[in-house]
């Protein structure tokens, strides 16, 4: 799952910055260290070779070189070209989580609008949940690795209990070649409209349509993260972006060398902490690109996709099943003489709600008792009237 780092943030003090760079899973020390080290290495190769190895005009024709390059790196817009692909690259990440499957939407509509106690009432509201996660899973297999090594074939849904055999072979039936995703959707379709003029478990046209847009919602997403990947990024994008930050690093090498005849006035350094500042920052920022390339692979931020596939699945059936036609009974609120209550505010000078104090409390003032006198003329005032509502007992 994406790494969370909300906990590090939750309040903005002086170690808030300390905190976040503490971090190591998805963190940029992480994404650049074998990069940083080889390139450090490569910088010091080059400089023995330079300081110890060259003759003396072999140096002065390394210098005019790496003067040269040195001058001619701003023709690299590296600043531009990195910052328009991330751009392009985190709206596809956040169109990918926008759409990404949560089945809550769809679990509460079939079970509020799919009504009945029995066996085949609750068959029915399990299996539509099954039929739209089954779905999900068909779509999730050819876009996630991961998903692919959970179910490596379609045996190992009817294995996993997404799938029932008669199922499958139904599905075999379907001569289209392409992916199948859409079948499941279509049956909880067809389960729906069975379950209105059938076997009348959806008592109006409306509850129908009701349940029926939140399915055609959830495959509208499935069939949204089918098209990205079908049509990824044009591959020469990402050549161009990702080639064009290593080519600059590696005339780096040479153009951020310590040169013997620089004047004494010029302040440079054997170690060039500058451009390694600079690696970090771009090549970090490089990383993130490619970590938000392919949300659904397996870095550290990438989705976890198998969880998302166990959850929908327990949420769904929990909604349908153990919570179907069930809630608390209700009840009306008094204030209580010791402890009170948040919903018992009483107006200051200002006309604004104040919370109520152990002395309004303790004298039963109630706000609203005015508009209750109106509308109850003949309660004495010496017996207010009782506002908890009676539930009858079960």
């Given at each position: 799952m994406t790494v969370n780092y909300n906990q590090e943030v939750s309040s903005v003090n002086s170690f808030t910055f300390v905190k976040l760079l503490m971090t190591w899973r998805g963190s940029i020390w992480k994404s650049v260290r074998w990069e940083l080290t080889m390139w450090i290495l490569a910088f010091a190769v080059v400089q023995c070779f330079y300081r110890y190895l060259m003759t003396e005009n072999?140096?002065?024709?390394?210098?005019?070189?790496?003067?040269?390059?040195?001058?001619?790196?701003?023709?690299i817009p590296l600043t531009f070209m990195l910052g328009f692909f991330v751009t392009i690259v985190v709206d596809r990440w956040r169109s990918v989580f926008t759409n990404i499957g949560f089945i809550e939407n769809v679990a509460l509509s079939v079970g509020t609008l799919?009504?009945?106690?029995?066996?085949?009432?609750?068959?029915?509201?399990?299996?539509?949940i099954r039929y739209l996660v089954l779905s999900q899973v068909l779509v999730l297999r050819d876009i996630s690795m991961r998903v692919r090594r959970r179910f490596p074939s379609m045996e190992s849904l009817v294995t996993e209990g997404f799938l029932y055999r008669d199922e499958l072979e139904k599905m075999y039936k379907c001569e289209t070649m392409y992916n199948k995703y859409w079948?499941?959707?279509?049956?909880?379709?067809?389960?729906?409209?069975?379950?209105m003029f059938e076997t009348k478990n959806v008592d109006s046209v409306q509850s129908m349509n009701s349940v029926l847009m939140n399915i055609k919602d959830f495959r509208q997403s499935m069939e949204m993260l089918t098209k990205y990947d079908w049509v990824p990024i044009p591959i020469a994008y990402p050549q161009v972006v990702f080639l064009a930050v290593r080519v600059y690093f590696i005339i780096c090498l040479i153009s951020r060398q310590y040169l013997l005849s620089a004047p004494p006035t010029e302040a440079q350094s054997i170690v060039p902490i500058m451009t390694i500042l600079q690696f970090v920052f771009f090549v970090g920022w490089m990383k993130v690109a490619e970590a938000l390339l392919n949300p659904l692979g397996e870095d550290d931020d990438d989705f976890e996709c198998n969880w998302l596939i166990d959850r929908n699945m327990s949420t769904g059936i929990e909604i349908v099943d153990t919570c179907h036609d069930s809630c608390p009974p209700l009840k009306l609120e008094e204030p209580d003489d010791e402890k009170g209550t948040m919903y018992w505010c009483h107006p200051t000078k200002n006309g604004s709600q104040a919370p109520p104090?152990?002395?309004?409390?303790?004298?039963?003032?109630?706000p609203f008792?005015?508009?209750?006198?109106?509308?109850?003329?003949?309660?004495?005032?010496?017996?207010?009237?009782?506002?908890?509502?009676?539930?009858?007992?079960?």
């Open positions: 072999q140096q002065r024709f390394f210098e005019y070189a790496a003067i040269h390059l040195n001058v001619r790196l701003v023709h799919v009504a009945g106690t029995d066996h085949a009432a609750k068959v029915l509201r399990r299996t539509i079948l499941p959707t279509h049956w909880a379709n067809q389960l729906v409209h069975k379950a104090t152990a002395v309004a409390i303790s004298q039963h003032k109630n008792a005015k508009v209750l006198n109106m509308v109850h003329p003949t309660t004495p005032e010496s017996s207010p009237p009782s506002y908890r509502l009676d539930v009858p007992k079960q």
